[in-house]
């Protein structure tokens, strides 16, 4: 398998980038970790006339702390995050997130900013984002834009992002103080896309629930939030007869599009699970001993 022919570009800073995408964005491509994108080039599903490469732009790389928030450039690799003390310790939801993203060496070249902006519904770290509340910074010539995961996906691998511009960083709050949380998913194998998933994000006050996220995975064209779920757990007290409630409302509108691995009503009841699941763990997290959850239960691969 051979990509189509295209004009190789390696820009040494972002104003490079964002000039050759000014000129070439509509005929062209960014390269960031390739992990998408040189599969799709191989097996000719695009043919962008110009590469653009950004892996010599170092300061489209890091992770640091910015006024409570945590800030990821969006050349970073997956593994980085992964790996980051910082992540774990304040935002643990995207750090367990990663640890279903396909295999080590997919995590030592694929970059965060390049998972989002491919938009696969089935991939884990922007179900992870939207959860989290997170914003998408996206620069062009014409200036920056900041996008709120809610806002950012349009439908299969498409997002709001125009052809010119680039993703600079991802922009992430702090959870709630005390936040229980858990990321489940169903695959076929370790590494394969998932079937089925949740990320959810919980905070209470005693047994009372003050705050609710839950993500879902591979049950819609684009990373989807609940909020049926979410407004069935705001307000209640956390239980298991609670959890299986949300669940239900959560996948009350979903028609997951099926395939030879599974039927949509088979995905629908799966993605059932895993909220149920998710929530439970999420509990459990919050407070184990109290809501009668395992701390550390439930939601395997």
């Known amino acids: 398998m051979k990509p189509p022919v295209f004009d190789y570009h390696d820009p040494a800073t972002v104003e490079e980038a964002l000039d050759l995408l000014a000129v070439h964005g509509d005929d062209g491509k960014v ?9 799709l080039l191989n097996f000719r599903l695009a043919h962008p ?10 300061e489209l790389s890091g992770i640091k702390r910015d006024g409570g928030r945590l800030r990821i450039g969006a050349l970073t690799r997956q593994s980085m995050l992964e790996r980051s003390a910082l992540v774990a310790d304040n935002w643990p939801l995207l750090t ?28 884990e ?17 014409r200036g920056e834009r ?12 498409t997002t709001t992002m125009e052809p010119d511009e680039l993703m ?35 905070a209470a006050e005693g047994r009372t629930c003050t705050s609710a996220a839950v993500g879902l995975l591979a049950a819609a064209p684009t990373p989807l939030r609940a909020a049926g779920a979410e407004e069935a757990l705001v307000g209640s007290e956390l239980s298991q007869d609670g959890a299986e409630a949300a669940a239900k409302r959560a996948v009350e509108q979903i028609d997951p599009t099926g395939d030879i691995h599974g039927s949509s009503e088979y995905r629908k009841g799966l993605i ?14 919050l407070d184990g001993d ?12």
């Open 31 to 39: 390269l960031a970790g390739g992990q998408s994108l040189v599969p």
């Open 272 to 285: 059932e699970v895993m909220v149920r699941r998710a929530i439970e763990k999420a509990a459990g997290r």
């Open 49 to 58: 006339e110009h590469l653009i490469d950004v892996n010599n732009i170092g």
């Open 125 to 141: 770290l922007p179900v992870a984002f939207l959860a989290s509340d997170a914003d998408f910074i996206v620069k062009s010539k």
């Open 290 to 301: 109290g809501l009668g959850f395992s701390r550390n239960g439930g939601g395997g691969r």
């Open 168 to 202: 600079v960083a991802i922009d992430v709050p702090a959870p709630p103080e005390g936040a229980g949380y858990a990321f489940t998913e169903f695959a076929r194998r370790h590494g394969d896309f998932a079937l089925g998933g949740a990320a959810v994000l919980l």
């Open 96 to 123: 367990e997130a990663l640890s279903f993203v396909a295999h080590a060496q997919i995590r030592n070249r694929g970059t965060v900013g390049g998972s989002v902006a491919h938009a696969d519904p089935a991939a």
């Open 146 to 157: 900041r996008i709120s995961a809610v806002d950012f996906f349009v439908t299969h691998l």
